[in-house]
């Protein structure tokens, strides 16, 4: 059974910054691309960054100049860079990858 796992979440003020990694070693993880969604309570789940096989990144209005989407394809690790998180980004960080679902990881945004 192919298992992601996703680590970097918590707690942290407004204004501050988290990395989210989400590890995959059994994942043929170079030819695919790659995103993170994430859901908040009462809110559907929305894909937040995405990057192609080629490097190419894409992101949700919300987050643009703040997140960076990044992957190391050695290693096999899909990251985000999160920086001036607001309390609006509090919520269940998910990686999707190969049609597969990491286990998701609470980040909160909060005084």
């Known amino acids: 059974q192919v298992q992601i796992v996703e680590a970097g979440g918590g707690l942290v003020q407004p204004g501050g910054s988290l990395r989210l990694s989400c590890a995959a070693p059994?994942?043929?993880?170079?030819?695919?691309?790659l995103e993170w969604f994430r859901q908040s309570p009462g809110r559907q789940r929305e894909r937040v960054a995405a990057i192609s096989s080629f490097g190419t990144a894409t992101y949700a209005e919300s987050v643009k100049g703040r997140f960076t989407i990044s992957r190391d394809n050695a290693n096999k690790t899909l990251y985000l860079q999160m920086n001036s998180l607001e309390p609006d980004d509090t919520a269940v960080y998910y990686c999707f990858m190969t049609g597969i679902w990491g286990q998701g990881i609470q980040v909160t945004v909060s005084s």
């Open positions: 059994g994942v043929r993880f170079s030819f695919y691309t």
